[in-house]
């Protein structure tokens, strides 16, 4: 069964709204009131404000620019594809491109015309403040994302937890049967999920913090820290007792994968996990210098994927 967007509502609500006020005020081409809304019916709150702005600014930009050229030369196709050399170029100039496709109706409109009169201005006019305002006044309803983001962070966690786990697993028995699915599952939620966040942050135009927004950042990073783990991980030769404490340390990080601030307690046990280390004796070749290198490596990883959950707790707070 397919699902009817927010956005297709407020469109199929808003273009007949704008058709019937432009009607009602007995405006010359009112059809294109309903253009206007269907064009400025955006996503977010803060998108549909540009798309309004964008489009306004660029119409009268081409209202006047029309009105000057049809006067001066002639109401002819040639004097159209004029305008449309000069405008083009001058929305480009201003970044307001957006708003292009609704100054050519509204130039083709005044071509149409053939007489460029103050009656026919206000008329535009009136036509842009119609489509432009239903499209806004829609727009102010956003249905909230944060039941999709609760979801997804959950969902991420979940990931988290099951690839800490497998590490773990790993490290405990040396079984190399886990296939890493988890992975590919959590880059696509965090990209899910930071499009979600990005557009939370649009339909909230007074806040710019958004704890979403920092909070999958976070794990965004941390993420690729996992990824610079896993080849670290199958390098290491450790002894009975190494590979222990840092499976021990792994399973327990993934019983404990949550929004919470638990980094303090985990980054004390690793700073006893390196004192362990650091207590053995040092490597007599070259060999067992590298193993015991990439050891260490994996303990830096581990303290900055420790460090980034830290740092998010204090900028949340």
């Known amino acids: 069964m397919f699902k009817i967007g927010s956005r297709t509502i407020k469109t199929a609500i808003g273009a007949p709204i704008s058709i019937f006020i432009a009607q009602l005020l007995s405006l010359e081409n009112f059809i294109s009131a309903g253009i206007l809304t269907i064009l400025c019916i955006k996503v977010t709150r803060r998108r549909s404000i540009l798309s309004a702005w964008y489009r306004f600014y660029a119409c009268v930009i081409g209202i006047i620019l029309s009105g ?89 966690e979940k990931n988290f937890s ?31 999920a930071n499009d979600l966040a990005s557009r939370d942050v649009e339909n909230h135009l007074l806040r710019s913090h958004h704890p979403y927004y920092h909070y999958f950042h976070m794990r965004q990073k941390q993420f690729e820290i996992l990824e610079r783990m896993l080849p670290l991980i199958s390098r290491i030769h450790a002894t009975e007792d190494e590979y222990y404490y840092i499976g021990e340390l792994f399973e327990s990080l993934s019983d404990h994968v949550q929004p919470k601030n638990t980094a303090i307690k985990y980054l004390e046990q690793l700073k006893e996990i390196r ?34 959950k830290r740092s998010y707790k204090k900028s949340d707070i």
């Open 68 to 156: 000057l050229i049809f006067e001066l030369i002639a109401y002819t196709p040639l004097a159209v594809g004029l305008v449309l050399i000069l405008f083009i170029p001058i929305t480009v100039m201003l970044k307001i491109t957006e708003g292009v496709i609704t100054s050519s109706v509204i130039i083709l409109h005044i071509y149409g015309a053939e007489n460029f009169t103050v009656g026919l201005v206000i008329n535009e006019l009136i036509l842009l403040i119609v489509g432009l305002g239903v499209a806004l006044i829609l727009n102010l309803y956003m249905p909230s994302l944060e039941s999709d983001l609760e979801g997804v962070q959950k969902e991420v």
């Open 162 to 192: 099951a690839i800490l786990k497998e590490i773990a697993h790993f490290l405990k028995t040396g079984d190399h049967s886990w296939t890493g699915v988890e992975f590919t599952k959590v880059s696509q939620l965090l990209e899910e």
């Open 275 to 308: 004192n362990q280390f650091n207590q053995e004796p040092l490597p007599s070749d070259r060999k067992a210098f590298e193993e015991r290198a990439n050891l260490y490596l994996l303990l830096n990883e581990i303290e900055q994927y420790l460090i980034l």
